[in-house]
């Protein structure tokens, strides 16, 4: 009997921290990895250091970053922001940076810069684009619009309308390469942040996303089409957030269980990094900047946590036209001058994975878990991930708190030592 009691006593003791073993989420461990590479003057590796700091800044506030290393970007930005403004995607990139930071893109800086005005300048009203490089840059530039809150105009719309492809997917710049799961996905996202989640265009470009999605349930980049992606697959994921559906669900997940979320984290190695392919030996910057957000629950642009927006019930009209010259019409579309107001992405809950399976990992972290804290409330209608309950038991959102479990497990190790103590008095 005593060895029982004595037995149930450790039971108790040893489960909660059975309890707690699930750490950090993929995107904060993302995120945490990040802020590691970040320089001593904040700035972060690009071929556009301002715009690589704005991209990579949303991307750790997707992740959960605050404080120290989200000032030092935005004073990096207050620096040499206006100069690395040259075009129009590094424009959009430092303006989602900016935004993501909860500083004001029409007013920033000692000097007040406004970088919606200089994205204005690079817009060409006569071909929609804001980025004439490629379609890619055109979307990024985009992005930033719908960051700073400035309608897209309808010739902006059209532009995006008439590159997609028959298949449904849009080119990296045009169709005659072929569709591109990366800039399907950013395409998606753009539309859907401009008010349109419901146009044709949306609706075929996801048809595209589910017909070339890979038996590990994740995606491959049109550079290395045999293997799963982590910039590829995170970028899908987020244009999944977008559309207010669930990545860990049918019918993104497969009959086998797997899905793109498993497949991500699958390239996530043991620095919080994410590999660009199973053949790449280490975490690559880039890699990981794609990822977190969609694992962080988000869609882009991404948003200050204090800025997240109420999703609006009200659908908006369809424009059904694509391709042609003529583009796309909507009775609703802003008119060619940018205006001051728009529709942007809900946020839920980071998604949650608990892996088992060991990660390769040759890269090495220099820095520590800095400022993190959750991705912000809930507001998907659909909430993804289960909480890790006591003792490593699942349950499903709504059901008993981390908090509860923990008030459990702290009166369950309570009880066992009572129980230790009075064993230890009646010898």
Known sequence: MRRAVAGLALVFIALPAAAWASGPSPAER???????QQHSDGSFSGTSPAGATGETLAAIVAGGAKGTPVDKALAYLRTNGKAGATEGAYTGRIIAGIVAGAQNPRSFGDNHDNYVTILHSQYNTATGAYDPKNFFSDLIAANGANAARDPLPAAALAYIDTHECP???????????????????WAINVLVA?????????SQARSYLLGVQRSDGGFASSSSPTMTSSDS???????????????????WKQSDGDDPVKALVALQTSSGSFR?????SGGSEMSTVNAVPGLAHRSYPVL???????????????????????GATNSTSPPSSHGSTSVAPAVATPYTVEVS???????????????????????????TPYLLGFGGISTKPGGLSMAMWGAIAAGCTG?????????????
């Open 415 to 427: 009880l066992g030592v009572g129980i230790w103590f009075l064993r230890l008095r009646l010898r």
């Open 30 to 36: 993302g995120a945490t990895w990040l802020i590691s």
């Open 276 to 280: 660009p392919n199973n053949a790449a």
């Open 233 to 251: 697959t995170g970028l899908a994921i987020a244009a999944i957030n977008a559309l207010g559906e669930d990545a860990t669900s049918s019918p």
């Open 304 to 326: 200050a946590p204090t800025a997240q927006p109420t999703p609006t019930p009200t659908p908006q009209p369809t424009r059904t036209s694509r391709g042609g010259g003529g």
């Open 357 to 383: 399976t060991p990660r390769h990992d040759s890269s090495s972290t220099t820095g520590s878990r800095l400022s993190l804290s959750p991705a912000g409330p809930a507001a998907k209608p659909k909430p």
């Open 194 to 202: 401009s008010g349109h989640r419901t146009d044709q265009a949306v």
């Open 167 to 185: 298949d449904g997917g849009f080119p990296y710049s045009d169709c005659a390469a072929g569709s591109d799961v990366d800039t399907t996905a």
